[in-house]
């Protein structure tokens, strides 16, 4: 069984385990909670009624918070010419083609986010055993391989957050950190919230947003009612 430390212990006493709160409230609850001496980040684990294992009903996608995520991304996009020089305006923090894939080969990964134009996936395509674990390969569905790629890393330095559903049918996503006002965390939740029922597979039987919890970085999880979420999505 698994050891909980003395503040763990002291947070799981302010709050019911069995009972399913407001947003709002929960929102309150972690934030009132959090106990570490630096600003935790806020995530949040939705369980979705999908089955992963089937293609038609793998929920994938990304979505642009209003409020960000409290951290500004180290971005590299895969780019040339003109595009070299279109991402670097838009604020990418390492941009290249070849250079950088074999530097990534050799064990370099200072970077949070990757993106590229379209050209250039022949390049990337080589580098999928390494970035692909880690959730770094740039990819269409969630908007990290375009064209517009100006627009992209604007994106993703503004607080893109990309999401994908797990094999247990459940998505994790930070929504912010615990210095951020409720309103703003309040707002990106609903965000994402919203974002994931209009990704719902049409082959998605039942009931679709099964749970959802959230926690700070080191604090315990708080349930949330999902049928009072599920009805101000509508």
Request: hydrophobic share 40%; with cysteine; proline share 4%.
């Amino acid at each position: 069984m698994a050891q909980h430390g003395k503040k763990m212990l002291e947070a799981c006493k302010k709050f019911d385990k069995s009972r399913r709160y407001e947003l709002h409230a929960a929102l309150q609850l972690v934030k009132d909670i959090a106990f570490a001496k630096f600003d935790e980040s806020v995530e949040m684990a939705v369980r979705l009624g999908v089955n992963p294992r089937h293609a038609d009903q793998m929920v994938r996608g990304s979505v642009v918070l209003p409020h960000g995520v409290g951290k500004v991304p180290r971005v590299l996009v895969f780019a040339k010419g003109e595009k070299e020089r279109e991402a670097l305006d838009a604020g990418a923090d390492y941009v290249g083609a070849e250079e950088l894939a074999q530097k990534i080969t050799e064990g370099w990964l200072d970077f949070d986010r990757a993106a590229a134009t379209p050209d250039m996936m022949g390049v990337v395509g080589r580098l999928g055993r390494i970035l692909g674990p880690r959730g770094l390969m740039p990819n269409p569905r969630t908007g990290t391989v375009a064209l517009d790629i100006g627009r992209v890393v604007r994106e993703i330095k503004a607080g893109k957050v990309e999401f994908r559903v797990d094999r247990a049918g459940i998505v994790h996503a930070g929504i912010g950190k615990i210095s951020f006002p409720i309103e703003s965390l309040e707002e990106n939740a609903h965000t994402l919230l919203e974002t994931l029922v209009r990704l719902k597979p049409t082959t998605s039987k039942g009931k679709y947003m099964q749970s959802i919890a959230l926690a700070s970085t080191m604090g315990p999880g708080i349930k949330v009612d999902e049928t009072v979420v599920s009805n101000t999505l509508k």
